[in-house]
Antibody, heavy 121, light 107 residues
Framework: QVQLVESGGGVVQPGRSLRLSCADS????????MHWVRQAPGKGLEWVAA????????YYADSVKGRITISRDNSKNTLYLQMNSLRAEDTAVYYC??????????????WGQGTLVTVSS | DIQMTQSPSSVSASVGDRVTITCRAS??????LNWYQQKPGKAPKVLIH???SLQSGVPSRFSGSGSGTDFTLIISSLQPEDFAIYYC?????????FGGGTKVEIK
């Protein structure tokens, strides 16, 4: 049973930083690509970033490129999202999602429950 | 970037109705099209992947079809638990993109 649990969300001032974590208590974390997907309040889904199974390849949406870094620690079965220079428009529920393949070209097979990030002064 | 356009944006239907949701890609994505269901306050759940493959555990009243630029999700007989928002998503190229969603409401 795959279970993804996000943490690290909260209220942060514009321009500040936040790091989200996603712990995978299931199996084969190191086999699959991982993603972050966000959803602004009352809005649709937006893919944010992806990382390959071994961390060697990373991909970002243009809206976050240069401000956000995705990483993973396969020894801890944990995915991270380091968010810097946060803006009001980054306010959203952030979901981690497990892909069905080792790279980015996949559907999101498993999702965490989400963690809310609110950027506000 | 590949734009995904869903229609309708909302649909009112009754239990037992057949519901059809369409998704159009701005360029050909072969069969790299996935469908998700999201209920209020919950994470999305995959229903269909690769345009027409039913995810394990998903009821057979859900079906998907299409290739290239035009895709369809059909709920053959709407059940009370199917009232939700449905999203399509392309996995053909980066950035991965979603459609705007279709809200299925109770008539």
């Amino acid at each position: 049973q795959v279970q993804l649990v996000e943490s690290g969300g909260g209220v942060v001032q514009p321009g500040r930083s936040l790091r989200l974590s996603c712990a995978d208590s299931g199996f084969s974390f190191s086999t699959y690509g991982m993603h972050w997907v966000r959803q602004a309040p009352g809005k649709g889904l937006e893919w944010v970033a992806a990382i390959s199974y071994d961390g060697s390849n990373k991909y970002y949406a243009d809206s976050v490129k240069g401000r956000i870094t995705i990483s993973r620690d396969n020894s801890k079965n944990t995915l991270y999202l380091q968010m810097n220079s946060l803006r009001a428009e980054d306010t959203a529920v952030y979901y981690c999602a497990k892909g069905r393949s080792s790279s980015w070209a996949t559907y999101f097979q498993h999702w965490g429950q989400g963690t809310l990030v609110t950027v506000s002064s | 970037d590949i734009q995904m356009t869903q229609s309708p944006s909302s649909v009112s239907a009754s239990v037992g109705d057949r519901v059809t949701i369409t998704c159009r890609a701005s360029q050909s994505i072969s069969s790299y099209l996935n469908w998700y269901q999201q209920k209020p306050g919950k994470a999305p759940k995959v229903l269909i992947h690769a345009a027409s493959s039913l995810q394990s555990g998903v009821p057979s009243r859900f079906s998907g079809s299409g290739s290239g630029t035009d895709f369809t999700l059909i709920i053959s007989s709407l059940q009370p638990e199917d009232f939700a928002i449905y999203y399509c998503q392309q996995s053909y190229s980066i950035p991965l993109t979603f459609g705007g969603g279709t809200k299925v409401e109770i008539k």
